[in-house]
Each structure stands twice: as structure tokens, then as C-alpha cells.
């Protein structure tokens, strides 16, 4: 079931509590095809950087089982850049910096090798973007998962429209739940959401876990109480790519797997917190995912018997 | 096995974003007094009011199974009273009046017919009050549950850790947690809390749920999210009377049974906070109990299983 991943690979440097980093790799594509990786290869990667971002890096992610064939290299030009200072809880955070270089006019080419695809996911992009991605496919994918946040709604809330209408699952915050639909209960939020489209909504509430909508169903994964969060950054791509990657090895859209899904998300993003920038996720092994998946599940296992 | 609540039996004037109401009856042992009493009655209450209380109140909570020898009635006084207006997102909230009247001058008297209690439930008051409850009693219970709230981490910690040695099982919210403990990460607020003396510690989380540490366990049940939330006042003292109601009628403390307390503890919290007051909590059945514990666990429900 072959995985088409689009988003931004570009340069991050971000401030925690707990240190500082200079330009680092980062991206919510870089992040979403590590991620992914895990459970899915290749992982076909479309994105757009500069011709500073380093070779090495590049050739860390193909050793990870992304394919690079759609990653264009513009020369003479610089990659994205973000930096942020995150607050105390690690909750909230400023952005300091924000360059779009080679993104302010990313024209997403679909190698013909990636044309068939079952999943798609579109990571945070400009919505124009994201939807130019989905026309261009000859067939539609089986599933499409896209990813967004605040700064489209304030900006670009027709085109974010118009882009959410094509997709099957939306993963948000909490907070633009409530924003894209003014609606403050989650369940409310969520009803008018797949009114807008998506058959699936993913709500996530970072340290409080996630939610999955559909229909009238909800299931609820609770993040893993961590002794350590080090750096939030990429936690929802890393989600998003353990969640599209399990979906993709397996096969499976039903409801019941989507939840495995979910906790397999919830998992890789529990990884991603415990080190700065994608660092923990080029290190992760299957068994380590499989303890850590268990932790989750163990972490509602509940025997309560009804009178 | 017989169980002992301690706590504020009071008027509240609420005001919420769907509503105000004038003086009703509130406080802490009234909320916990009527979520046990589904599970084991009689409930015996130890708590003091004014002559302003009305009777029809004191006949209302003895109808639904509280034992009220043991509630004080001060001639020529007044019932605490508190007041108070929350924000558009119902998770934080202005103290508007707060009226201690006879609450300022508590005196806890425990009748001898209470005395051999096996369940004692603290609710929140001067922790000066709620040592000298467990100081009353001839003989130490099973178990001590204590409620308390950052008020008294802000004008009586050392009074306040007195009481924290002598209880077996602490609840408080994260915000507290993180406050008494000096720890942001929640595992290690845990440790450091139940450092103090509780073997157990449940933080709330209000609309993100509850969490249960000992030793080195963890269990999140999570909030069911609801279409409507009308008013959050009692929730968390809801949440304490199903849960300890919960253990006293089951008499089992093993750290599975506490598990299956905290989700007997968040149904009644998801139902005290769909209407005002404790109107909610004086209507249910078993029935409906029993459905809304069963869509508690169906919320996490997983079949995930590892590769």
C-alpha cells in the first residue's frame, strides 16, 4: 500500500526550559516520514528545500526508508526556516523567527513513480497546496489524512475550506476545533467538522492524548505520562506519520483499527518529545514500540464490572 | 462497611455561560454525601450549617440515604456561603463572595454511632479541621481519601503536609500537583507527593480527565466528552464521592479496584456537571450509572495487538 507524504523539510531552531539548538532539521514532512518509516516503506516523499539543506541529511532519511525522488532541491535558494522559544509548561510557545524561502512558491511536483498511491497525507502546508497535491494524483488515493492549524484559519479559511472538503481525516488541536467550528463542546466541534467533509476527525490535545470522531463513535487516547518532555516540537507530524504509516502496513479502515491507529500515533509522538528536534525518532526499534505501545494500553486497561 | 463524610454543606450562587442561579445548596459534603450514596448508604455526615439552612434540603439528602446525626445546625448563624462566576470555557472561574460564617469556627463533632468508620472521605476545609476529624476517631479507618485545594497550599502548607502524612489517598488537580510538589512533570509530582505520606495520588483534570499513581502504576480514565457542560461546580466532589462510595461497597483496595473507583468517580463527575448544583446528582438510577460507566470504558476500548 504504497504512502505519499507532502509537507515542509527545513531548518528549525528552537528553545526549551531545557536548552537550545542551532538550525537543526526539521519540517512536519521530515517529521511524518521518520515516523512512518517505522511501519511503511518506502515512505515517497514530496517536499521542497534549498541547496544549503545538507546531503547528509537527506541520505539519513532515504537510510531510513524515505524515498527522495520527489524532494526538489532549488539552487541558489535557502530552506524554510522556523524558530520558536517554548514557555515553562512546554504547552505554549512564541515563534521568533519565520522564513518561507523555497516554500513561498512551492510548486508540489508528483513524480510518476508516486502517481498510484493508496494513502496520502498532506502535512501543514498552505491549503492551495495541499489541494493542488490531491488534483494532481491520476486516482484518487484510498485515504486521504491532512493536517493543519490556526494560522490557515486566519488567513486562508475559504482555501483551507475548499481543501478539508476532498480529505477523510483531519487532525487539529483542540483549540482549532473550537476555532474552525465555533463550537466550544468537542463533540458539537467535531459534528459540525465532518459536517465540512472528513468522515474522520483527530482531535489532539497534546499532554491530554487525542481524540478520534466518527459518526457518533469517539475513542480517546490518553498521552503517556512522561517523566521527561524535552522538546514538543514535531510531536503531532510524528503522530500523524505513526498514525498514516500503521494505517498504510495494514490495510485496515475501519473504525476498530483506526483506533489502533491512534495509540500507534500517540506512541511515536511519545518518542519524539524525548529529545530535541527528530533526533529520538532516527533511534527507535520495533521493540521499543511495541513496549511502549503496550504502556499505553496498559494505561486504561480497566477490569470494571458492571452491576 | 461503613463510610464517613467530612466537608462544607453550604449555598453557592453560580453563574455560568448558560445561567445564573440565586442561593443554592452546595458544598463540598453535599456533592460527595449524594454521588455515594448510589453505592452504599447510609452515608454518615459530619458537617455544620446555620439556622438559614432549610429543612427541606436536610430531608432531601436524608432521603436519598445521608445520616445527618452528625450535622451541626448553629442557631442564630449563617450557612457558609460561596459565589462565584466562571469563564466562557468553563475551566477557570472568579470567586465573586466567600462567606465562611459558621464554617470559620468548625468544630467537627463526631457522633459515637460514626465511630468505627472503615471509610473515611476528608472533603476540602482547613486541613486543621480534617486532622483533628481523623484524630477523633478511636480507631484509624482502612481508609482516609483526602480533598484539597490551593487555597491551603497558599495560607497553610505546613498544616496542610500535617494532614497529607495521616491519609492514604490524596485528590487534588494538576495545577496543584504541579504547586505542592514544585514538579511540572506529573510522574514526578506524583512521586514526590505520595513522598509526603499517600499511598495513592489521583490528579483531576477536569474535561482532560483523571490520573491514579502507586508506586510506580499509573491509570488514566480520561473525561467523556459531552455535548453539553452546564456547570462544573461539585465536579471534583462528585468525582471523590463515587469513589470512595465505589471502595466501600466493594471493600477491595487493591490498586485494580482503585482503578474501577476512578471511573465509578468520573461518571458521577460527568453527570453533576450536566445540570446546576447537585440537581443532576439527586436524579439518577442505576440504570444510568451503569450505561454511562459502560460509554466510560467502550471511550478507550482497544484491540490493538503488537507485532
Same mark, same amino acid.
Given at each position: 500500500?504504497?504512502?505519499?507524504?507532502?509537507g515542509?523539510?527545513?531548518?528549525?531552531?528552537?528553545?526549551t526550559?531545557?536548552?537550545?539548538?542551532?538550525k537543526?532539521?526539521?519540517?512536519?514532512?521530515?517529521?511524518?516520514?521518520?515516523?512512518? *518509516?517505522?511501519?511503511r516503506?518506502?515512505?515517497?516523499? !514530496?517536499a521542497?528545500?534549498?541547496?544549503?539543506?545538507?546531503?547528509?541529511?537527506?541520505?539519513?532519511?532515504?537510510e531510513?526508508?524515505?524515498?527522495?525522488?520527489?524532494? #526538489?532541491? +532549488?539552487?541558489?535558494? +535557502?530552506?524554510?526556516?522556523?524558530?520558536?522559544r517554548? @514557555?515553562?509548561?512546554l504547552?505554549?510557545?512564541?515563534?521568533l523567527?519565520?522564513?518561507?524561502?523555497?516554500?513561498?512558491?512551492?510548486?508540489? !511536483?508528483? $513524480?510518476d513513480s508516486? #502517481?498510484?498511491?493508496?494513502?496520502?497525507m498532506?502535512?501543514?502546508?498552505t491549503?492551495?497546496?495541499?489541494?493542488?497535491?490531491?488534483?494532481?494524483?491520476?486516482?484518487?488515493?484510498? &485515504?486521504?489524512?491532512?493536517?493543519?492549524?490556526?494560522?490557515?484559519? %486566519?488567513?486562508?479559511?475559504?482555501?483551507?475550506?475548499?481543501?478539508?472538503?476532498l480529505?477523510?481525516?483531519?487532525?487539529?488541536?483542540?483549540?482549532?476545533?473550537?476555532q &474552525? *467550528?465555533?463550537?466550544?463542546?468537542?463533540?458539537?466541534?467535531?459534528? +459540525?467538522?465532518m459536517?465540512?467533509?472528513?468522515?474522520?476527525?483527530v482531535?489532539?490535545?497534546?499532554? @491530554?492524548?487525542?481524540?478520534?470522531?466518527?459518526?457518533?463513535?469517539?475513542?480517546?487516547?490518553?498521552?503517556? $505520562?512522561?517523566?521527561?518532555?524535552?522538546?514538543?516540537?514535531g510531536?503531532?507530524?510524528?503522530?500523524?506519520?505513526?498514525?498514516?504509516g500503521?494505517?498504510a502496513?495494514?490495510? %485496515?479502515?475501519?473504525?476498530?483499527?483506526?483506533?489502533n491507529?491512534?495509540i500507534?500515533? *500517540?506512541?511515536?509522538?511519545?518518542?519524539?518529545?524525548?529529545?530535541?528536534? $527528530?533526533?529520538r525518532l532516527?533511534?527507535?526499534? #520495533?521493540?521499543?514500540?511495541?513496549?511502549? *505501545?503496550?504502556?499505553?494500553?496498559?494505561?486504561?486497561?480497566?477490569?470494571?464490572? &458492571?452491576?
Amino acid at each position: 500500500m504504497s504512502l505519499l507524504v507532502v509537507g515542509s523539510v527545513a531548518f528549525d531552531a528552537i528553545e526549551t526550559p531545557f536548552g537550545k539548538t542551532d538550525k537543526i532539521i526539521g519540517g512536519a514532512a521530515t517529521y511524518i516520514s521518520l515516523a512512518a *518509516s517505522y511501519f511503511r516503506k518506502p515512505v515517497n516523499l !514530496v517536499a521542497v528545500v534549498g541547496d544549503d539543506f545538507p546531503a547528509a541529511d537527506i541520505r539519513t532519511m532515504q537510510e531510513h526508508g524515505v524515498n527522495t525522488d520527489g524532494l #526538489q532541491i +532549488k539552487a541558489g535558494e +535557502k530552506s524554510f526556516f522556523w524558530s520558536g522559544r517554548y @514557555h515553562n509548561d512546554l504547552n505554549s510557545r512564541d515563534t521568533l523567527v519565520t522564513e518561507l524561502n523555497v516554500l513561498a512558491n512551492f510548486d508540489p !511536483v508528483i $513524480p510518476d513513480s508516486y #502517481q498510484n498511491c493508496d494513502y496520502l497525507m498532506l502535512g501543514n502546508l498552505t491549503p492551495d497546496v495541499q489541494r493542488t497535491v490531491i488534483q494532481r494524483l491520476k486516482r484518487r488515493p484510498k &485515504l486521504i489524512v491532512m493536517d493543519t492549524m490556526n494560522f490557515w484559519m %486566519d488567513i486562508a479559511l475559504d482555501s483551507l475550506k475548499e481543501t478539508i472538503k476532498l480529505v477523510d481525516v483531519l487532525t487539529i488541536n483542540d483549540e482549532e476545533a473550537r476555532q &474552525l *467550528s465555533g463550537e466550544y463542546s468537542l463533540v458539537k466541534a467535531a459534528r +459540525k467538522i465532518m459536517g465540512m467533509g472528513p468522515k474522520y476527525l483527530v482531535i489532539k490535545k497534546g499532554e @491530554h492524548g487525542a481524540l478520534l470522531f466518527h459518526n457518533d463513535q469517539v475513542f480517546y487516547a490518553p498521552a503517556l $505520562p512522561l517523566e521527561e518532555v524535552f522538546d514538543p516540537t514535531g510531536a503531532g507530524d510524528s503522530f500523524a506519520g505513526g498514525f498514516i504509516g500503521y494505517l498504510a502496513r495494514t490495510g %485496515d479502515l475501519s473504525f476498530e483499527n483506526m483506533k489502533n491507529a491512534v495509540i500507534i500515533g *500517540s506512541t511515536m509522538a511519545s518518542f519524539c518529545v524525548e529529545a530535541f528536534g $527528530p533526533e529520538r525518532l532516527l533511534k527507535i526499534d #520495533q521493540k521499543a514500540i511495541s513496549n511502549r *505501545s503496550q504502556a499505553f494500553l496498559n494505561l486504561t486497561a480497566c477490569d470494571l464490572t &458492571l452491576v
